[in-house]
C-alpha cells in the first residue's frame, strides 16, 4: 500500500469521529467463523477454570446465609443462589452454580473464585444457558456478602450493582486498569480513574458476538480481538505474564464465543401472522437491525443518541481517558495494524443497534435493561416507570403474550427496608435508567405491532 493511501485512509477515519487502530480488513463487519478445534477448547476452558484468583472461601456460600437471617436454610447454597441470583450450572461444577468455581487463593489455599459465567451465565424458563446475559444478578449483594462467609458484610470501591440485573462492567474495567501501567505492570502512584457507575449495563447475549464487528452498548470494543476480553481478569495477583501465558486460551474462547447459536423459541408461533410481520419488520427495523432468514445481513450500525434518543448516561460518562488508556495499554497491541498496532478502543456518539438473534430470551431490553418485554419496546407510552419481578426464571416468570418478563408495577412511595430489596425495583426515573426512546414502534398501529412481535419470536 502507497504512503499516500495510508495517510489519506488514517485521516479519513479520524475524521469519521471514531478512534481506529487500524482501517477495517476485508473481514471486518462480516459474520465471524469459528473454528471448530479452537472452540472446542475454548469451550472446555470457559467452563472449567478460573481465570481469577479465588476471593471467597471454600464455606462462603454455605454459610453466607447467616448475613440475612436467623434461621438457617434447608439448603443453604440453594438460598445464596436464589439470593444473588446465579443459577444452576449445565456443565460438571460440583454443587456450584455459574459463576463460581474452586480455585486458590494464594500459597496454595483453596477457595472459590469468580468467572465469566457470573454475567454471561442466564438462565430463561428454568434453563440455564452459558452466553445468556443474566439479568437475575444482584452483583453488589455477592460482592458485599460473600467475602464475609456470612460474619459481616463488606464494603465495596464502588457500586457493581445499582439495579438487579444489570452491572456496572464498565466502572469494574475502568478501576482494575487504573491500578495499571501500560505493560500491566502495577502503578506505584495511584491515578485518579474517573469512575462512573451509574451506567447500569445491560448484558447482552454472546451468540450475537459472531455478526458483530465491534462490541458493547456503544461499540467501543472490537469483536475480534481476544486480549480485550480478557481485562476482566485483571485481578491484582494476575501478573503481565498471566496475561501472555492465556492469550492463546482466550483466543479459543473467542471462537468458542463465536460458535454458540441462538435458542429458538419453544412455543407455538402464528406462522400466517409471523409472515406479516417480517415485512413490517424489513421495512421498520432491518436498516438498523440486520435481516434474518437463509441469507441474514447485519449493519453494525452505531445509532446517533439524538436518533435513538435512549439514556445518555452511558455515553455521557464514559470516561475519555479511558479510552485512551486501554488503547495504549497491552490488551490493545493484539496485532500489527497497517495504520498503527492493535485493536484500540473506539469513542462513538451513539448506541449500537444489536442482532436480534433469540432476542425472545434477552429481556429485558434497551441497552439499561429498562424495558422488560418486547410488547413494552414497540409502544413507548405502556412502559412501566417503577416496577418489580421476581428474577426467577420459571416459564410462570415468562410473558408469552408480550415475550419478556412477567412484572409488578411498583407505586412511588414504595421505599424498601434495605439496599438489597431496593435494587430489586427497577425505577425509570433515576440517574442512568431512563426507559425513554426508541420509540420506532409508537408509529405502528395494534395489529402492525401484534404481527411484528410475533415476528420477532422467530428470530
Known sequence: MAPQRHLLMGILWILGGVLFAEAPD???????????????RGQVALTSRAFTPASFTTDSL??????????????????ARDRFGLHEAPYPNGDLPMG???????????????DCMVCHGGSILGKSMVGLGNSSLDLQSLFEELPGAGARRFPTPFHFSRTRGTNEAVATSVYLLALRNPDLSFQITKSDPKLVD????????WWLMKKKATLYATGEGDARDSRGIMQFSLHPLNQRSFFEKEESTFKDILHYLYSIEAPKYPFPVDQSLAGRGEGIFRSHCAKCHGTY???????????PLEDVATDPQRLKAYPMDFAQKFSQSWFSKGHEGWFADGYQGRVNHGYQAPPLDGIWATAPYLHNGSVP?????????????????????AESDYDKEKIGWVIRPIDSSVRPANTHEARKIYDTKELGRSNRGHDYGDTLNEEERKALLEYLKTL
Do not use: M
Open 293 to 303: 432468514g437463509s441469507n441474514p445481513t447485519y449493519p453494525n450500525k452505531i445509532v
Open 198 to 205: 451509574t451506567l447500569c449495563g445491560n448484558v447482552p447475549a
Open 373 to 393: 418485554t418486547l410488547a413494552h419496546l414497540l409502544d413507548s407510552k405502556t412502559r412501566p416507570s417503577r416496577f418489580t419481578r421476581s428474577y426467577r426464571t
Open 26 to 40: 476485508p473481514a471486518f463487519g462480516k459474520f465471524h467463523i469459528a473454528d471448530p478445534e479452537s472452540a472446542k
Open 100 to 114: 463460581l468455581r474452586k480455585g486458590t487463593i494464594a500459597l496454595g489455599i483453596q477457595g472459590l473464585a469468580l
Open 62 to 79: 454455605a454459610t453466607v446465609w447467616r448475613i440475612w437471617t436467623k434461621t438457617k436454610p434447608l439448603d443453604p447454597i440453594g438460598a
